[in-house]
């Protein structure tokens, strides 16, 4: 059964820090693995999506990276603002039968202050 | 771009009493998918459609039903509501390309009371 765990649980840093969100599955026979964002009591804004097949995704402030063999993805967020202070949420998909299901993990609570 | 629609956004009802949620799919998207998010929860996967047939299944009780329309919208009925029901109800659809991508909708928020 896939399990997925994010460290750390939450996270709190100064405006314009650089940090890294861990996540990790302990199975690795995946498709893709997206990251998203949720603000409090919010939907789920998918951030990067990254194929089986990739080793990294780019967008603006946001690189993510996957290592499928070791069973591990991580978030680069540069220069934090305040504004990025939010859950974020990596999940993982298999397909199965041609079809597929995302497996969330908990989240890293994440609050950047001026 | 067209984003997945879902109503009502917040919903009330009391315990014993009928829910149904809609899901309006981004237009081409072939699969939609429902997730519960319970209060913080991570968001847990109940069901899926595939040109309008049921293509997987999670954790979904049996006192849930869920059904895709001919126009590919999603409608999750929910009887007998009891408290732990409460929660975020999110649906997301895909396009069955290369990427399997999912794009989730802003959710529907249940409340039972």
């Known amino acids: 059964k896939q399990e997925v765990t994010q460290i750390p649980a939450a996270l709190s840093v100064p405006e314009g820090e650089n940090l890294v969100l861990n996540c990790s599955f302990t199975?690795?026979?995946?498709?893709?693995l997206q990251w998203f964002r949720q603000d409090p009591g919010k939907g789920l804004t998918s951030l990067l999506l990254?194929?089986?097949?990739?080793r990294e995704q780019t967008s603006g402030r946001l690189n993510a990276s996957l290592d499928k063999s070791s069973g591990r993805s991580t978030l680069y967020i540069a220069a934090s603002q305040p504004g990025d202070s939010a859950t974020y949420l990596c999940?993982?998909?298999?397909?199965?039968?041609?079809?597929?299901?995302?497996?969330f993990g908990a989240g890293t609570r994440l609050a950047v202050h001026p | 771009a067209a984003g997945v629609i879902q109503s009502p956004r917040h919903l009330i009802k009391e315990k014993r009493e009928t829910a149904t949620l809609k899901c309006y799919p981004i237009?081409?998207?072939?699969?939609v998918y429902w997730y519960q998010q319970g209060p913080g929860q991570d968001p847990q996967f109940l069901i899926s459609?595939?040109?309008?047939?049921?293509?997987d299944k999670g954790s979904i009780p049996d006192r849930f039903s869920a059904q895709q329309f001919s126009d590919y919208h999603s409608e999750l009925n929910m009887s007998s509501l009891e408290l732990g029901d409460s929660a975020l109800y999110f649906c997301?659809?895909?396009?069955?390309?290369?990427?399997?991508?999912?794009?989730f909708g802003p959710g529907t928020r249940l409340t039972v009371t």
């Open positions: 999940a993982v998909s298999r397909i199965s039968g041609g079809y597929n299901k995302l497996i």
């Open positions: 459609f595939y040109e309008k047939m049921q293509s």
């Open positions: 199975d690795s026979a995946i498709y893709n």
């Open positions: 237009p081409r998207h072939d699969t």
């Open positions: 990254i194929q089986s097949s990739q």
């Open positions: 997301a659809s895909s396009f069955q390309d290369s990427s399997y991508e999912q794009y």
